[in-house]
T-cell receptor
Framework: AQSVTQPDIHITVSEGASLELRCNYS??????LFWYVQSPGQGLQLLLK??????LVQGIKGFEAEFKRSQSSFNLRKPSVHWSDAAEYFC????????????FGKGTTLSVSS | DTAVSQTPKYLVTQMGNDKSIKCEQN?????MYWYKQDSKKFLKIMFS???????INETVPNRFSPKSPDKAHLNLHINSLELGDSAVYFC????????????FGAGSRLTVL
């Protein structure tokens, strides 16, 4: 079955510290992988995506993610977290076929302490 | 100009009522979606339309009926609302061609009393 697992429900990081959010997927075909961020009361904004090629992808707001096929993982990282990064983060997997829906993980809530 | 816009943003109604949520995208995308986000923030696909044709119809009560008058619009009508329908409903669109990158609306929070 196709699924996405985000093992951490809630993470608290000090401002300026590094961040890693974990994501594991199960997908029968070649996965297309995404990270979205949702600020309180807002819609989802795309942070970055992986389709093919270089397994380390850069996104907006200083985020990056690394695709590891052998571990079925696509972890999100940021070297130095800012208070404004506090939000809900969703990992998602999809396919290349037109109109296929993304399957989302249950999200990780990031809190940033000062 | 908002890329994917949903109305209304908030909707409070009584059980048994019928309500609609509208969605419009100005990105020229071919595919539109409805997702439901429950109280635990879990996002689940409900429907997808490609050029006005229904292509995804997940296990959703038939009280929910999507309608796409043209490829820029996708509306969601809900009959006989129940308490469990309370959620945030997100509309999204994508090019539907090659890898799908979804652009989401801001969401419509439905509260059923």
């Amino acid at each position: 079955a196709q699924s996405v697992t985000q093992p951490d429900i809630h993470i608290t990081v000090s401002e300026g510290a590094s961040l890693e959010l974990r994501c594991n997927y199960s997908y029968g075909a070649t996965p297309y992988l995404f990270w979205y961020v949702q600020s309180p009361g807002q819609g989802l904004q795309l942070l970055l995506k992986y389709f093919s090629g270089d397994t380390l992808v850069q996104g907006i707001k200083g985020f990056e993610a690394e695709f590891k096929r052998s571990q079925s993982s696509f972890n999100l990282r940021k070297p130095s977290v800012h208070w404004s990064d506090a939000a809900e983060y969703f990992c998602a997997v999809g396919a290349s076929q037109a109109g296929t829906a993304l399957i989302f993980g249950k999200g990780t809530t990031l809190s940033v302490s000062s | 100009d908002t890329a994917v816009s949903q109305t209304p943003k908030y909707l409070v109604t009584q059980m048994g009522n019928d309500k609609s949520i509208k969605c419009e995208q100005n990105l020229g995308h071919d595919t539109m979606y409805w997702y439901k986000q429950d109280s635990k923030k879990f996002l689940k696909i409900m429907f997808s339309y490609n050029n006005k044709e229904l292509i995804i119809n997940e296990t959703v009560p038939n009280r929910f009926s999507p309608k796409s008058p043209d490829k820029a619009h996708l509306n969601l009508h809900i009959n006989s609302l129940e308490l469990g329908d309370s959620a945030v409903y997100f509309c999204a669109s994508s090019t539907g061609n090659g890898a799908n990158v979804l652009t989401f609306g801001a969401g419509s929070r439905l509260t059923v009393l």
